[in-house]
């Protein structure tokens, strides 16, 4: 079971970056997928979960508007995309699997993390 997040970088505010959570030895779509961050002293925070059989997705609320979540079966890929970056965004990005297929699940397996840099 192996998860690796990528996509990751340095951003202008007010710019997108879009960052994929792919998987190999299981199949993300029979999971809950979240997404993490934790920036520089700062607690690790929930960004967003996607539920499986229902795609119902929970944001927090920093993000909603400007964030979304979305799944691509075909690809066992699932991806964040972030709009209307501000430099509050930066952070390491994780991608999670929870351990069943809603997001109230614990988490399960994390990814390394990406680095995501919003500045100017």
């Known amino acids: 079971v192996h998860v690796a997040e990528s996509g990751g970088g340095l951003v202008q505010p007010g710019g997108s970056l879009r960052l994929s959570c792919a998987a190999s030895?299981?199949?993300?779509?029979?999971?809950?997928i979240g997404w993490f961050r934790q920036a520089p002293g700062k607690e690790r925070e929930g960004v967003l979960c996607?539920?499986?059989?229902?795609?119902?997705?929970y944001y927090t609320d920093s993000v909603r508007g400007r964030f979304t979540i979305f799944r691509d079966n075909a690809k066992n890929t699932v991806y964040l995309q972030m709009n209307s970056l501000k430099p509050e965004d930066t952070a390491v990005y994780y991608c999670?699997?929870?351990?069943?297929?809603?997001?109230?699940?614990?988490?399960?397996?994390w990814g390394q993390g990406t680095q995501v840099t919003i500045s100017s």
């Open positions: 999670v699997v929870k351990g069943g297929w809603q997001c109230a699940y614990r988490e399960a397996y």
């Open positions: 030895g299981f199949t993300l779509d029979d999971y809950a």
């Open positions: 996607i539920n499986s059989r229902d795609v119902r997705t």
